[in-house]
């Protein structure tokens, strides 16, 4: 019995997930409520509650499975008993980059984030959400950047913290224009080239030096 109360209670879970998914991709998030939500998923608001504190909760919930298949690349090229970080760096963003052209959940929740996600007043428990997700993101780039200068695959003089913000902001504007413009060029089969413009860009650029 307690078994299947778990069974059923991840189920409901999945289900408001995926109402969450539907609706914001729909209506964008600001215009969303709960309501909506628990209307489309065919459960009560107090079933939402049950699972998830407020909205910006569930949102973050939805986005998390995004990295999920990824994991272990990041993993990898953070781990200082690796020996190609700068290689496992670049499969996770080819990875990355041929998802979101191929995977219509993986799209869709990163047009979710990118372009129907607006942080209104009610949103500011999301906002400092992708704050703090966006600095945990620069914080492990910059991990993976300072092992592949260790194993001398980027210049031993690379700053990389600024090296790793520049290397996020360039990630994060190659999917929100493609996004946005998904026919201006084909991000599956150029997904190689466009992360290796990224990567070159810290071996060559004076910028990035110390």
């Given at each position: 019995?307690?078994?299947?109360?778990?069974?059923?209670?991840?189920?409901?879970?999945?289900?408001?997930?995926?109402?969450?998914?539907?609706?914001?991709?729909?209506?964008?998030?600001?215009?969303?409520?709960?309501?909506?939500?628990?209307?489309?998923?065919?459960?009560?608001?107090?079933?939402i509650?049950?699972?998830?504190?407020?909205?910006?909760d569930?949102?973050?919930?939805?986005?998390?499975?995004?990295?999920?298949?990824?994991?272990?690349?990041?993993?990898?090229?953070?781990?200082?008993?690796?020996?190609?970080?700068l290689?496992?760096?670049?499969?996770?963003?080819?990875?990355?980059?041929?998802?979101?052209?191929?995977?219509?959940?993986?799209?869709?929740?990163?047009?979710?984030?990118?372009?129907?996600?607006?942080?209104?007043?009610e949103?500011?428990?999301?906002?400092?959400q992708?704050?703090?997700?966006?600095?945990?993101?620069?914080?492990?780039?910059e991990?993976?950047?300072?092992?592949?200068?260790n194993?001398?695959?980027?210049?031993?003089?690379?700053?990389?913290?600024?090296?790793?913000?520049?290397?996020h902001?360039?990630?994060?504007?190659?999917?929100?224009?493609?996004?946005?413009?998904?026919?201006?060029?084909d991000l599956?089969?150029?997904?190689?080239?466009?992360?290796?413009?990224?990567l070159?860009?810290?071996?060559?650029?004076?910028?990035?030096?110390?």
């Open positions: 019995m307690v078994r299947r109360t778990k069974e059923e209670a991840q189920e409901t879970r999945h289900q408001i997930l995926e109402a969450a998914e539907q609706a914001f991709y729909e209506r964008g998030v600001a215009r969303t409520t709960l309501a909506d939500i628990a209307t489309l998923a065919g459960v009560t608001r107090g079933a509650y049950w699972h998830f504190s407020n909205k910006a569930l949102v973050q919930a939805m986005l998390d499975s995004l990295h999920e298949p990824l994991e272990e690349l990041a993993q990898a090229s953070e781990s200082e008993d690796e020996p190609d970080p290689g496992c760096m670049r499969k996770l963003l080819i990875r990355l980059f041929q998802q979101i052209a191929i995977d219509p959940k993986t799209r869709r929740l990163n047009e979710i984030l990118h372009h129907k996600c607006e942080f209104t007043d949103m500011c428990d999301m906002r400092r992708r704050q703090s997700v966006s600095l945990d993101c620069n914080v492990r780039i991990r993976s950047l300072r092992n592949a200068v194993r001398e695959q980027l210049p031993p003089d690379l700053d990389t913290v600024r090296a790793a913000i520049a290397l902001a360039y990630i994060d504007g190659m999917i929100g224009q493609w996004l946005l413009v998904p026919d201006s060029f599956y089969q150029e997904a190689e080239r466009w992360v290796d413009v990224s070159q860009t810290l071996s060559l650029t004076h910028a990035l030096r110390k």
